[in-house]
């Protein structure tokens, strides 16, 4: 312990309220690194849960609440509270939300699979949707491909249309 008060295992001048040089923390199951929040709440941030999960947690509620991994203090990818995952944005619109290029590896035997939720009867089914930010900053849709069911059932028609404009039915 130095004269201000810092704490060094493993070391002699700590540079820091703890410093642990030369070892590891070890915790067992069920223990979490805490930060307080603004008011006086311990916060569980990482928490390693059981021999299969460890958690990164943001445990405080509302819309503005994220998790964000930075690299040269800016935001490459953020986790929003309802489930939203941006990579290069910070304030995704969807379940994945990728600003920039970006590349697939297939899912299986060289296909990448593009799948809605629920189920679709007839109508549009999984696609592709490009846009691009206009001059004013607005992200503007300009061409879809679409899977689109002709009738119901398994082994019925199903047509892949392309759209070109600002195509609304995606």
Do not use: C, H
């Amino acid at each position: 312990i130095t004269t201000t008060g810092n704490v060094g295992i493993g070391t002699t001048g700590p540079g820091a309220k703890l410093e642990v040089a030369g070892g590891s923390l070890l915790m067992p199951n069920n223990n979490a690194i805490q930060w307080r929040d603004s008011g006086t709440t311990a916060r569980d941030v990482l928490v390693y849960k059981d021999s299969n999960s460890v958690w990164l947690n943001n445990a405080n509620t509302g819309a503005t609440n994220l998790i964000q991994f930075t690299f040269a203090n800016s935001p490459v990818v953020t986790i929003q509270p309802n489930g939203n995952v941006g990579i290069g944005t910070t304030a995704p619109g969807a379940k994945l939300e990728v600003s920039g290029a970006a590349s697939a590896t297939p899912v299986t035997n060289g296909i990448l699979k593009i799948d809605t939720t629920g189920t679709v009867s007839t109508g549009y089914g999984g696609g592709l949707l490009f846009a691009q930010n206009a001059d004013s900053g607005t992200l503007t849709n300009y061409a879809s491909i679409t899977g689109s069911r002709v009738n119901s059932g398994l082994n019925n028609a199903v047509d892949l249309i392309f759209s070109t404009g600002n195509p609304t039915d995606t």
